[in-house]
């Protein structure tokens, strides 16, 4: 009975696993990883917590240099209010990362690049040695950073102070933060290029300048969703979403981007080589 037109035969063997499955979405990809790794996750964000502490401590003060004159001028009076705001703005930057010490960078992104391409990472081994064996390089590009944020931020209030009386430093005004805004997007290139390849700063900064020209738009992209994700929940549920800073939200921007990069340095250099 049980083989009667080869129905219910469970001795014959099935269709199997095909050999050449269909890729997941990549989107799906990523949730896979992010729930998997959840608690490394908060781990590496506690960890780079703690190192980066001198960058998140400064952060409201730079973004202070950006935002004085919008403040001055818009309906925020009250200064807990003004702090909050330059504390999610300030945070936006450390997450990018603009705002950031270099080597705690490194070996951050190192564990991070390894979770996105779904590769091992111990989290305070990797995290030591690539702060360490990129020291050099991660403290130079941070006081660069530094020096061009701060230059930026001066110049930006310089110029919207007299563009009510003058177009054209309105003109540059608006130069100066296009100017800045690809300048941000070269960061998510620039520290997965520092721990992956032997890069020169010069090189480095010249290839994420490239890569924030032809991904323009990609990168406009990223860069829009980590800036949703760190500073509305700043500045809609503040204790929240502080909270969310000190425990998850570093590491999960940081994800995202190198989520994001890790193929486009796969397509355009790694397979070169």
């Not at 908060?42 to 003060?61: E, G």
């Not at 050099?136 to 931020?153: A, E, H, K, N, Y």
């Not at 608006?174 to 520290?191: Q, T, V």
Request: aromatic share 18%; hydrophobic share 55%.
């Amino acid at each position: 009975m049980a083989d009667i037109f080869g129905l219910f035969d469970y001795t014959k063997p099935g269709p199997g696993i095909p050999k050449n499955p269909p890729p997941k979405p990549r989107s799906i990809v990523f949730f896979e990883i992010f729930f998997r790794k959840f608690w490394h996750l908060v781990k590496l964000n506690l960890l780079f917590l703690v190192f980066n502490l001198p960058a998140i401590v400064v952060m409201p003060f730079i973004s202070h240099l950006f935002l004085q004159r919008v403040m001055n001028s818009g309906p925020i009076s009250s200064s807990i209010y003004e702090l909050e705001f330059y504390f999610a703005a300030g945070a936006v930057l450390v997450c990018i990362p603009v705002l950031t010490v270099g080597p705690a960078q490194a070996g951050f992104t190192y564990v991070l690049r390894n979770f996105a391409g779904e590769e091992h990472a111990f989290l305070w081994e990797d995290f030591k040695e690539q702060a360490f064996s990129n020291a050099r390089q991660s403290i130079l590009v941070c006081l660069i950073d530094l020096f061009v944020t701060v230059t930026v931020g001066l110049d930006i209030n310089f110029y919207l102070k007299i563009s009510d009386k003058n177009i054209f430093s309105t003109g540059i005004t608006a130069f100066i933060i296009m100017s800045f805004l690809l300048y941000i997007m070269m960061h998510m290139y620039i520290y997965p290029m520092m721990i992956t390849f032997r890069l020169s700063v010069k090189q480095i900064y010249k290839n994420a300048f490239i890569f924030s020209i032809i991904k323009f738009f990609p990168n406009l992209g990223i860069f829009s969703l980590c800036f949703i994700l760190t500073s509305l929940p700043l500045l809609l549920f503040p204790t929240g979403g502080v909270l969310l800073f000190f425990l998850i939200t570093m590491s999960m921007t940081g994800l995202i981007t190198n989520f994001y990069v890790y193929p486009v340095l796969k397509k355009y250099m790694i397979a070169k080589i």
